[in-house]
């Protein structure tokens, strides 16, 4: 996949922008009495951190409109490495002021502050959790559908709590304009966490699809097929995928990204080849028809424009061949 240098070079500005937002604000906007350069190095790591944590946010949560053309894979790639850089950045805060100035060891005892020392720890707890489960879920046999909603859960608080506990430290953030323009900042990145796991399910609602089959294929993999009820249904480019939900309600844990590997000009009726590799995959062939189904998509951008003459040579492995399929029978048609 090409990504334009230009888009690429784009997104990267607003994702530092963003990034560099709260720390900008607390040297921009206040003029605390001026201390030591290690502890004010300290405590704009702790905001830069809070920068990329908020941005986290904005970049693994599906939202087609940031970072446009650059690929959800690219952005979780990304997500995954700022994350590892972010929790170096809220291990670094606490430890350079305290190398700095011992008596900061005050902020994580419970003492007279209490709230404000169980922001700062739950901080530095909830980081770490967000990162070893993420990074050795399946060595510490952790469902995905599990890890999932801890890591929604693990990411509210983290960012909650590290406005808080700036807020609560009262030094970078007296005034009140970087007061509001913190809690903004924070407000609309937990807005877009709500975003993508309440509204977005609750948006789905709006439109059913149906189970019309679904066949074992030799017991390694199986055939779903959805159709639309009494909707457009999904327009998509061959080798792009969803999300899909089964069941009653589109609010579920468990949400699987599957590509179509039918034909697009059909937006009506959508068909999946799921190979067999864990307890979702493996119990779709028992799946009754008219079990009612929630499709979020398309995403993705390895495509092909089935109109373009150049050549293509396609090398796939597995079940790999899922979106090829879909762009040969889009060519076809
Ligand atoms: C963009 C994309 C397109 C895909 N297209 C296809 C396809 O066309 N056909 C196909 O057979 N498989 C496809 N997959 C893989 C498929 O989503 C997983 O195999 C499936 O979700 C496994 O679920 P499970 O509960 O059966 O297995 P589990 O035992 O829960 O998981 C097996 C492995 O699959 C991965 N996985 C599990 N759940 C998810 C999830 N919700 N999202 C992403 N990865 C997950 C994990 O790395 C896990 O280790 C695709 C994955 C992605 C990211």
Same mark, same amino acid.
């Given at each position: 996949?090409? #990504?334009?240098?230009?888009?690429?070079?784009?997104?990267?500005?607003?994702?530092?922008?963003?990034?560099?937002?709260?720390?900008?604000?607390? #040297?921009?906007?206040?003029?605390?009495?001026?201390?030591?350069?290690?502890?004010?190095?300290?405590?704009?790591?702790?905001?830069?951190?809070?920068?990329?944590?908020?941005?986290?946010?904005?970049?693994?949560?599906?939202?087609?409109?940031?970072?446009?053309?650059?690929?959800?894979?690219?952005?979780?790639?990304?997500?995954?490495?700022?994350?590892?850089?972010?929790?170096?950045?809220?291990?670094?805060?606490?430890?350079?002021?305290?190398?700095?100035?011992?008596?900061?060891?005050?902020?994580?005892?419970?003492?007279?502050?209490?709230?404000?020392?169980?922001?700062?720890?739950?901080?530095?707890?909830?980081?770490?959790?967000?990162?070893?489960?993420?990074?050795?879920?399946?060595?510490?046999?952790?469902?995905?559908?599990?890890?999932?909603?801890?890591?929604?859960?693990?990411?509210?608080?983290?960012?909650?709590?590290?406005?808080?506990?700036?807020?609560?430290?009262?030094?970078?953030?007296?005034?009140?304009?970087?007061?509001?323009?913190?809690?903004?900042?924070?407000?609309?990145?937990?807005?877009?966490?709500?975003?993508?796991?309440?509204?977005?399910?609750?948006?789905?609602?709006?439109?059913?699809?149906?189970?019309?089959?679904?066949?074992? #294929?030799?017991?390694?993999?199986?055939?779903?097929?959805?159709?639309?009820?009494?909707?457009?249904?999904?327009?998509?480019?061959?080798?792009?995928?969803?999300?899909?939900?089964?069941?009653?309600?589109?609010?579920?844990?468990?949400?699987?990204?599957?590509?179509?590997?039918?034909?697009?000009?059909?937006?009506?009726?959508?068909?999946?080849?799921?190979?067999?590799?864990?307890?979702?995959?493996?119990?779709?062939?028992?799946?009754?028809?008219?079990?009612?189904?929630?499709?979020?998509?398309?995403?993705?951008?390895?495509?092909?424009?089935?109109?373009?003459?150049?050549?293509?040579?396609?090398?796939?492995?597995?079940?790999?061949?899922?979106?090829?399929?879909?762009?040969?029978?889009?060519?076809?048609?």
């Amino acid at each position: 996949m090409k #990504i334009p240098y230009l888009t690429l070079t784009a997104w990267i500005a607003v994702y530092f922008l963003l990034t560099l937002l709260p720390m900008g604000l607390a #040297i921009a906007f206040e003029r605390p009495p001026a201390r030591t350069l290690a502890v004010e190095t300290g405590a704009l790591l702790g905001f830069l951190g809070m920068g990329v944590l908020a941005t986290q946010l904005v970049i693994s949560g599906r939202h087609r409109w940031f970072a446009k053309g650059v690929g959800q894979d690219n952005l979780l790639q990304f997500h995954r490495q700022m994350g590892i850089f972010a929790w170096l950045l809220v291990l670094a805060h606490p430890t350079t002021l305290l190398i700095a100035e011992p008596a900061y060891l005050e902020f994580l005892h419970p003492g007279d502050e209490p709230l404000r020392a169980f922001a700062l720890s739950g901080v530095l707890v909830a980081t770490t959790l967000l990162i070893v489960t993420s990074l050795w879920r399946q060595g510490l046999k952790l469902q995905y559908e599990w890890w999932r909603a801890l890591h929604g859960l693990l990411a509210l608080f983290v960012v909650s709590a590290g406005f808080g506990h700036a807020l609560m430290v009262n030094h970078h953030t007296t005034g009140w304009p970087v007061k509001i323009a913190l809690a903004l900042i924070v407000g609309a990145a937990l807005l877009l966490l709500v975003d993508s796991r309440l509204l977005r399910p609750w948006r789905l609602k709006g439109k059913r699809w149906t189970v019309t089959k679904a066949e074992e #294929i030799n017991g390694e993999a199986t055939h779903l097929v959805v159709e639309a009820d009494n909707h457009e249904g999904l327009l998509f480019k061959p080798g792009q995928y969803a999300w899909i939900t089964l069941g009653d309600s589109p609010f579920s844990l468990q949400q699987h990204p599957f590509s179509m590997n039918s034909n697009p000009h059909n937006s009506r009726c959508l068909e999946f080849t799921a190979k067999h590799s864990g307890d979702f995959t493996s119990s779709l062939s028992e799946i009754k028809k008219g079990t009612r189904a929630w499709v979020e998509g398309p995403y993705g951008v390895f495509t092909l424009d089935p109109s373009s003459n150049r050549d293509a040579v396609m090398v796939v492995g597995g079940v790999g061949i899922t979106p090829i399929i879909s762009m040969l029978r889009s060519c076809v048609a």
